[in-house]
């Protein structure tokens, strides 16, 4: 079995990693455009770790305007095997405070527009999303955040909203009646991505505040989430080093890692020979079988 390359996208607050060693920025070009940033790419013992800021180092780069394709693309160019991504969320349920962390296991996807497939017109691929995330990552995860002082909450819906606009209150409470526990702007498309890339992937909801369901409360403001942003992030930064140093030495293969393998539809002389260059890094390894 072949070593772990772990990919960390970081989210709102997370814009490094400390313990990072022989680290270095490394640029990656991407025939999808431009990546959100520069990659820091080094090591923790004997697990590679390529870091991406997801909205730029600065924060340069709203929700809307991520490019996914991308970001997705480039971590699979520098050999990354598993994502690890961090966001901060609003929580839709009252037990699940700001500071405290979901581990999540379910998306509802309601963003608009935003490009959410490398696949298309010339090369079509259906991949499951039924389980969107790696349930031995997730677990790593939770283990991991538990360990960096978290209050840990195993399992949750994530609802991805559009934004970056906050939602309206109506909005907070129909999410909640469809039984969703965390609200962000950043995890679709980007766990869909992951999945046509072949990359187990899992979420880590940082809790930023309560969104704006809750009677007698002020909604949430920027002012709200920065201020809760340094303390979530300091416990994410200990979540990522425990899990980097808890990983066992060899990496054990993952069903996802072979996913392409049933969901490529088109036959072969009819691929867009201008797709198939694209896909050379998230399908190469489907394609050329």
């Known amino acids: 079995m072949a070593g772990w390359t772990i990919g960390i996208i970081g989210g709102s607050g997370l814009y490094d990693v400390d313990g990072i060693e022989d680290g270095e ?6 025939p999808w455009g431009a990546p959100s940033d520069d990659c820091f790419v080094g090591w923790v013992g004997p697990v590679r770790v390529v870091f ?15 490019n996914a394709r991308a970001n997705i693309d480039v971590l699979k160019r520098l050999g990354v095997t ?6 901060s969320v609003g929580s839709l349920v009252e037990d699940r405070p700001p500071g405290s962390f979901t581990i999540a296991d379910q998306f509802i996807d309601r963003t608009k527009g935003r490009a959410s497939s490398f696949f298309g017109s010339g090369m079509v691929a259906h991949v499951s999303m039924a389980d969107p995330v790696c349930p031995r990552l997730s677990a790593l995860a939770a283990d991991a955040a538990r360990a960096g002082g978290a209050q840990t909450h195993v399992g949750g819906t994530y609802l991805a909203m559009e934004g970056p606009q906050f939602s309206t ?4 409470h129909l999410y909640r009646s469809w039984g969703c526990h965390i609200i962000g702007m950043t995890a679709m498309p980007e766990a869909k991505l992951a999945r046509e890339a072949e990359l187990p992937y899992a979420l880590v909801g940082m ?6 369901w809750r009677e007698g409360e002020e909604a949430v403001d920027v002012a709200q989430v920065i201020a809760q942003l340094s303390a979530n992030a300091a416990k994410a930064r200990a979540m990522v080093m425990h899990l980097l140093r808890a990983l066992p030495a060899e990496r054990p293969a993952s069903p996802i890692d072979a996913c392409l393998d049933t969901a490529l539809i088109t036959a072969p002389h009819a691929r867009d020979p201008n797709l198939l260059a694209k896909l050379d890094a998230v399908a190469g390894r489907a394609l050329g079988k």
Request: hydrophobic share 30%; net charge negative; with cysteine.
């Open 25 to 30: 920025w490394v640029a990656c070009e991407s």
């Open 52 to 66: 991406l800021p997801r909205h730029g180092r600065g924060h340069r780069i709203g929700p809307s305007e991520l």
């Open 82 to 87: 598993d994502i690890l991504a961090v966001s």
């Open 169 to 172: 209150r109506a909005e907070s």
């Open 207 to 212: 809790v930023t505040d309560y969104d704006c």
